[in-house]
Nanobody, 112 residues
Framework: QVQLVESGGGLVQPGGSLRLSCSASGNFFIFAGLGWYRQAPGKSRELVAFITNNGDTNYAASVKDRFTISRDNAKHMVYLQMSSLKPEDTAVYYC??????WGQGTQVTVSS
C-alpha cells in the first residue's frame, strides 16, 4: 500500500500562488502515474492534473496555463504549482497514485 502525504495548502488571496507537495512511500515510484484531484464543498472530486511515469501531463481545462504538475523521482515527490489562483479554486486537494492510493487532502482557500 502506497502512503501519500500532502502539504502546502493554506489561505491565499486571489491572484496569488501556492505550491502543493506530496510525498509517496513504497517502491517503484518511477513507474507510477500520479495526479492531483480536488473537491469543493457540495461538489464531486475532480481531476486537476496528472503526470505519467514518462512525464507526460494533462490538466483540467479550468487550470490549464495556471497550474503545473511535476515530479521528482529521486525524492518520491509530486508537486502542484498553482498560480493566478481564483476563489473557485478553493477546495481540498488530494494526491493520487495510480495504485489506487489517496492522500488525506490539504485545504486550499482563495479569498480576500
Amino acid at each position: 500500500q502506497v502512503q501519500l502525504v500532502e502539504s502546502g495548502g493554506g489561505l491565499v488571496q486571489p491572484g496569488g500562488s501556492l505550491r502543493l507537495s506530496c510525498s509517496a512511500s513504497g517502491n517503484f515510484f518511477i513507474f507510477a502515474g500520479l495526479g492531483w484531484y480536488r473537491q469543493a464543498p457540495g461538489k464531486s472530486r475532480e481531476l486537476v492534473a496528472f503526470i505519467t511515469n514518462n512525464g507526460d501531463t494533462n490538466y483540467a481545462a479550468s487550470v490549464k496555463d495556471r497550474f503545473t504538475i511535476s515530479r521528482d523521482n529521486a525524492k518520491h515527490m509530486v508537486y502542484l504549482q498553482m498560480s493566478s489562483l481564483k476563489p473557485e479554486d478553493t477546495a481540498v486537494y488530494y494526491c493520487y497514485h495510480n495504485s489506487g492510493s489517496w492522500g488525506q487532502g490539504t485545504q486550499v482557500t482563495v479569498s480576500s
